[in-house]
């Protein structure tokens, strides 16, 4: 049972609005990841980080920002919040090192209206 | 670059149908292979994985084979249940790349 927990797993808001997506894990891994997923399923990477203080971005270009104070927390940012930023957002996390499995949280769906 | 390829969904069967999804890959080195598995409204899920050429991942009743020589890791199940509709991603792992690299995804669909 992976110990990756987002919240909130559903969230609806309006256009303009600053919004956190919180990502927290409890295996001490080092590396984090967001993953963008569209409605016809592919995944995006949007950032990613290798530890305290690194971040980067990923291979989607995305409005968002993310930042890494603490090893078991990655929150995702939106300063002001667009439609089209509706979307599944995925978390995830994994030990450095080859094979490179990683264990993913539950989603968080935003809708901007 | 790395990259992976998987076959275009949606496959739909009966129950106790056998499954084949295609994956092939393409990367330097010696990459490490994945599917993952997400349910409807869920994250994703390790569904198995193969670290090194002609190993064979197993869970569930699903299988893959590591193919260095067809750059591929086919799943594949003997008898499909209605509890295994969901998506499917194959990925690969490389540790200079320090990325996984995921497919598209195929939706499974099975009927009673």
């Known amino acids: 049972e992976a110990d990756i927990y987002q919240t909130p797993r559903y969230l609806v808001i309006g256009t303009g609005k600053k919004i956190t997506l919180e990502c927290s894990q409890t295996m001490g891994h080092d590396k984090m990841y967001w993953y963008q997923q569209d409605p016809g399923m592919e995944l995006h990477l949007i950032h990613y980080s290798y530890g305290v203080n690194s971040t980067e971005k990923g291979d989607l270009s995305s409005e968002s920002t993310v930042s890494r104070i603490r090893t078991e927390h990655f929150p995702l940012t939106l300063e002001s919040a667009r439609p089209s930023h509706t979307s599944q957002y995925l978390c995830?996390?994994?030990?450095?090192?080859?094979?490179?499995?990683?264990?993913f949280g539950q989603g968080t769906r935003l809708t901007v209206v | 670059g790395n990259s992976v390829t998987q076959m275009e969904g949606p496959v739909t069967l009966s129950e106790e149908a056998f499954l084949t999804i295609n994956c092939t890959y393409t990367a330097t080195g010696y990459p490490s292979l994945f599917w993952y598995v997400q349910y409807p409204g869920e994250g994703l899920q390790l569904l198995l994985k193969?670290?090194?050429?002609?190993d064979k991942g197993s869970n569930k009743g699903f299988e893959a084979t590591y193919r260095k020589e067809t750059t591929s890791f086919h799943l594949e199940k003997g008898s499909v249940q209605v509890s295994d509709s969901a998506v499917y991603f194959c990925a690969l792992g490389s540790g200079g790349y320090n990325k996984l690299i995921f497919g598209a995804g195929t939706r499974l669909a099975v009927h009673p």
């Open positions: 193969a670290t090194k050429a002609d």
């Open positions: 995830a996390s994994s030990e450095f090192g080859t094979p490179l499995e990683a264990f």
